[in-house]
């Protein structure tokens, strides 16, 4: 029962952003901490960037394996 594509496509960066939010509310160090890989907020950044950039590449394969295909 997974949700669809429209859907994650909005909750994911409103997710990603209220974990951000969670984690500059709640640590004293939050842009220092944003570096180390324990931290919330690593995740609370690096989440909104991977999605992007996994479709992409996703849709560039796709695309690649279509044009093969058809030459």
Same mark, same amino acid.
């Given at each position: 029962?997974?949700?669809?594509?429209?859907?994650?496509?909005?909750?994911?960066?409103?997710?990603?952003?209220?974990?951000?939010?969670?984690?500059?509310?709640?640590?004293?160090?939050?842009?220092?901490?944003?570096?180390?890989?324990?931290?919330?907020? *690593?995740?609370?950044?690096?989440?909104?960037?991977?999605?992007?950039?996994?479709?992409?590449?996703?849709?560039?394969?796709?695309?690649?394996?279509?044009? *093969?295909?058809?030459?």
């Amino acid at each position: 029962l997974l949700p669809s594509l429209p859907t994650l496509t909005v909750l994911v960066p409103f997710l990603s952003l209220a974990g951000l939010f969670y984690s500059a509310s709640v640590d004293e160090t939050f842009p220092q901490g944003c570096t180390s890989t324990n931290s919330l907020c *690593f995740y609370s950044l690096l989440l909104p960037v991977t999605i992007p950039v996994y479709v992409f590449f996703h849709l560039w394969t796709w695309m690649g394996i279509k044009l *093969f295909r058809h030459n």
